[in-house]
């Protein structure tokens, strides 16, 4: 399980080639809910401790309906790094990236 860009508010958690963005805090949990819950309506979701900030894994079902993609999180931790990049600069390059991984994501889906 690894954490990924913790630059938003809520950072997303990478568990064997699936993403998982923040849903809720429960009592005794934290619940992430899988980055294909509105494209694909995977149902996915995993728990781990309450520290936002340094989670401890506590489950996953493995319900999928989908298979894990590494290298959908290694696009995705490259796609955000360039938003961070391209907020800070007006840099056109940066902005042209921005594009092009986009529209390659939005055509895979
Ligand atoms: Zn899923």
Redesign the pocket.
């Given at each position: 399980m690894e954490l990924i860009n913790l630059n938003k508010k809520y950072p997303q958690v990478a568990y064997l080639g699936?993403l998982f963005n923040f849903h809720k805090e429960c009592s005794n949990f934290i619940c992430w809910r899988?980055?294909?819950?509105s494209s694909?309506k995977?149902?996915?979701f995993l728990k781990t401790s309450l520290n936002i900030n340094n989670p401890i894994f506590i489950s996953v079902n493995n319900d999928?309906?989908?298979q894990g993609n590494e290298n959908f999180i290694s696009a995705t931790k490259i796609k955000n790094a360039i938003v961070e990049k391209a907020k800070l600069t007006s840099n056109s390059l940066c902005i042209m990236y921005l594009y092009i991984i986009d529209f390659d994501y939005c055509s895979h889906k």
């Open positions: 699936f899988c980055s294909k819950n694909m995977c149902l996915c999928y309906v989908h």
